[in-house]
């Protein structure tokens, strides 16, 4: 299984918005469930945002409702849309891919993992 890529991270202003992609295999995209995860400086890894492989979607609260998950399967790219980025959304942004859902969490595929696009948001 092949690992996935990030992009679309850059530097922007707050309240401007950003729009990520995770370009993997189709086949993993349509078996399998994956996953947006971002880690800041100095801090862990957390879960963003999560669909299952029929589509189901789970969000973290720390997204507060400007986040957006996406799958085209066609094009074997899972998208991750930010509206209104605060300098706290500033992170390193990983997608992986070939996980699960177990219970409502989302159980990454250890050796699926991006490796990753960078989110600098200013004020």
């Known amino acids: 299984q092949v690992q996935p890529v990030e992009s679309g991270g850059g530097s922007v202003q707050a309240g401007e918005s950003l729009r990520l992609s995770c370009v993997g295999s189709r086949n993993t995209f349509i078996r399998n469930a994956m996953a947006w995860y971002r880690q800041a400086p100095g801090r862990q890894r957390e879960f963003v945002a999560g669909?299952?492989?029929?589509?189901?979607?789970k969000y973290s609260d720390i997204v507060q409702g400007r986040f957006t998950i996406s799958r085209d399967n066609a094009k074997m790219t899972m998208y991750l849309a930010i509206n209104d980025l605060k300098p706290e959304d500033t992170a390193v942004y990983y997608c992986?891919?070939?996980?699960?859902?177990?219970?409502?969490?989302?159980?990454?595929?250890?050796?699926?993992w991006g490796q990753g696009t960078q989110v600098t948001v200013s004020s």
């Open positions: 669909m299952s492989h029929d589509g189901r979607t």
């Open positions: 992986n891919t070939g996980g699960a859902f177990a219970s409502g969490s989302y159980l990454p595929r250890r050796d699926s």
